[in-house]
């Protein structure tokens, strides 16, 4: 059978966006989960299912490239593709359209399976992975990855909040990137948009810990600048990631 | 012209949730100020255009009652009605009801109009409230009032965040439910679910402030409890509240 996407419409609300009037990086992803939470729902392999089976789908990788931020009352089209899969990894994609079918975003993910007790990566049943019809690879995906930190630029401290903690137990990764954008400051995010951004997440982060977000502003033109972000929990790597960002100028917004 | 309610439909997503797979109080805020907003763009009196006028609508106090909590992926209305008004505050219910008609949640709030410049309340203009068809009321209600502190039982910082940040420039008062209840931790917000809650803001918190976040629970009977929240920055309140809880039972739930 041939793969199929899966696609839902969408109406922003006013609490789904920032004080710039347009949705968050961390809320864009939520929005992008809801059509992957829904295609799993219809083709009844919903989170709470998988989780009675003692598993749990955790996201390893994403890479997001931006085109305009959803804005305040727009209504979007959301589209996802499980498009390929091997043994330990599926390979996800993500759109959002505007009415006029303008592509306003678009992410590739990488999805791992976790065992819930000894929350380590396990090999994909075919019964998980055959209701989404994916193409089955050999292969793993060589994507590029977020480079370390060579200076703290900012660093700010979060503690784990109940509302932080997902189906999996542990910290959602879209709750890393308030850590990690937060940090670096309201003048910062009013100022600058973002246009792409590439996360790894190497450890979960679970209820009672405390974790250090650090970010790197780098300057790359007149207009434009990268940052390089890690979360650690005592010294140990959660998540990595890298930014860039455009000068936020009134043409590029409307 | 005879008083009008406002209502819409909405669906619940996953990202609206929590642990427990139901909407947070703080959300559940947000859902019910969804339809205030939506009314507020249908008369053309939008937040933005408020705003322009160097006004905001700021909310001194939320009365809650809750029966059931709305659960992800379910199909709620929301319903608004500008009750009455006097020269100062605005009077608002809000009601969500499931698609049998059933209430869920019902709340009173207390509304008032801030000078962006000088952060003080200001009388509102004729044509801000007009278009709601609220009636005229010369008295100014009474309503109960959260009770201080007697100990501090649980106590927690908080760091203003961008995402905290509203249209106003101060943490819009949603994010206070956030601060006052995860105080509470994990293993409470598990065990128990919230049945009503009384809120009285004091005072705005801006960017770049610390607060804290202090309560107190009391065991009112074998399966209830009482909890009282503050908070302050640099020892000034903010705001404080009062919510009776109940044991989380499967048969509340389904």
């Known amino acids: 059978m041939e793969s199929k996407g899966f696609s839902e419409k969408h109406r922003v609300t006013y609490y789904e966006t920032d004080m710039n009037g347009t949705v968050g990086l961390g809320r864009l992803v939520d929005l992008m989960m809801l059509s992957c939470n829904d295609q799993s729902d219809a083709v009844g392999l919903s989170s709470e299912k998988v989780n009675q089976m003692g598993l749990g789908w955790i996201v390893t990788q994403n ?11 727009e209504t979007i089209y959301i589209t996802t593709h499980a498009k390929s899969y091997n043994r ?6 993500f759109w959002i359209h505007d009415i006029r079918k303008q592509e306003l975003a678009h ?13 380590k990566i396990v090999r994909i049943p075919e019964n998980l992975i055959e209701p989404y019809h994916s193409e089955y690879a050999t292969k793993i995906e060589r994507l590029p990855l977020p480079k370390e930190l060579e200076r703290i ?4 401290e979060y503690e784990v909040r109940f509302w932080d903690i997902d189906i999996n137990q ?6 890393y ?14 100022k600058y948009q973002p246009v792409s951004m ?4 190497k450890k979960e982060i679970r209820y009672g810990q405390k974790a250090v977000s650090q970010a790197q502003i ?33 043409e590029w917004i409307i």
Chains 1, 2 share one sequence.
Not at 198 to 201: F, K, L, S, T, W
């Open 153 to 156: 630029d900012r660093q700010k």
């Open 198 to 201: 590439n996360i790894e997440y």
């Open 170 to 175: 542990h910290v959602n990764n879209v709750h």
């Open 63 to 73: 890479m997001i490239d931006i085109k305009r931020l959803p804005r305040r009352n």
């Open 177 to 190: 990137f308030e850590w990690m954008l937060d940090a670096l400051d309201l003048d910062f995010l009013i």
């Open 88 to 93: 330990y990894f599926c390979y996800r994609d």
């Open 107 to 119: 992410m590739h993910t990488v999805f791992a399976l976790m065992d819930q007790n000894e929350r």
């Open 218 to 250: 780098t300057m790359t033109g007149v207009e434009t600048v990268k940052t390089f972000h890690e979360i650690k929990v005592n010294d140990e790597l959660s998540c990595r990631a890298v930014c860039d960002w455009k000068l936020r100028k009134e």
